[in-house]
């Protein structure tokens, strides 16, 4: 009888206190708050946040410097993620918008891509003996207007801004021929971002856009008769005969 007694008075112990609130099992993950659609995992110390891929950190509000293609795949653009403390050399060489980032204005977000390949090996510029009006700009946000220059001023078939402009490439349509500086970006930051001085082609690991190491065009024309190239082999550049026949690689503007 005693026993059944104190078995009654714990049990109304125990459940005075329930109403009390003592008696409540304890809620780790009642205060942790987890960031970027993270949800939480109890454990037996505690509780943690269950990151989504590409984010880190104990509430997961870091982005993860490993998982860069997979941010840009999920819909972050590269200024977010700029923002949020990723390198410039962890997103140059990364899919998006079509290509193969390149640039990125780190105050306004715009940037450029570059094609994933070449879109010729031996295509002249063409117009040689002609000077095209308007197309010898150099700096970077010139080469579509360099290169719609060149296609009004110029009938020659299967030139460099042409192939460019014809290019219909991961859903884009509006490729075009890149500008002396913005080829040479292409050169610093997807042929060579070892700063190497040197890419030995296809077989080179720190060569981000397949590169051939042969000379490339550029849109900006130098005169009648030459306009300006860069060598992807040391990164040289100079102007060569709007009749040799040299690669292509187009780009656009995000």
């Known amino acids: 009888m005693k026993r059944i007694n104190s078995l009654l008075f714990l049990f109304s112990l125990c459940a005075m206190l329930t109403l009390n609130g003592s008696c409540k099992k304890e ?8 960031k970027n659609g993270a949800g939480q995992i ?16 104990i509430s997961c509000e870091n982005f993860d410097p490993a998982q860069v293609q997979v941010l840009l795949d999920a819909g972050i653009t590269p200024k977010t993620l700029y923002d949020g403390g990723i390198l410039l050399d962890s997103l140059y060489g990364k899919i ?6 390149f640039y990125l ?33 150099e700096a970077i946000g010139t080469g579509a207007q360099n290169s719609t220059e060149i296609l009004s001023g110029c009938m020659d078939m299967g030139i460099a801004a042409k192939l460019c ?43 981000l856009g397949s590169f051939a190491n042969a000379c490339y065009w550029s849109s900006t024309e130098f005169s009648g008769y030459h306009a300006w190239t860069q060598f992807f082999f040391n990164g040289h550049q100079g102007y060569g005969s709007k009749l040799f026949t040299e690669h292509v690689r187009a780009v656009r503007a995000f």
């Open 42 to 57: 109890e454990t037996k110390t505690g509780c943690e946040c269950d990151c989504l891929q590409g984010y880190i950190g």
């Open 105 to 137: 204005n780190t105050t306004d977000g715009t940037g450029m891509v570059a094609a994933t390949g070449d879109q010729s090996t031996s295509a002249e510029w063409g117009c040689w003996n002609t000077e095209i009006d308007g197309a010898n700009e």
């Open 96 to 101: 998006y918008e079509g290509g193969l980032i």
């Open 165 to 207: 402009d014809d290019l219909k490439l991961n859903g884009k349509n509006d490729w075009f021929l890149p500008s002396k500086d913005e080829l040479n970006l292409m050169w610093t930051n997807l042929a060579d971002p070892d700063k190497n001085g040197e890419n030995t082609g296809l077989d080179d690991p720190k060569n």
């Open 27 to 34: 809620d780790h993950c009642e205060n942790i708050i987890c």
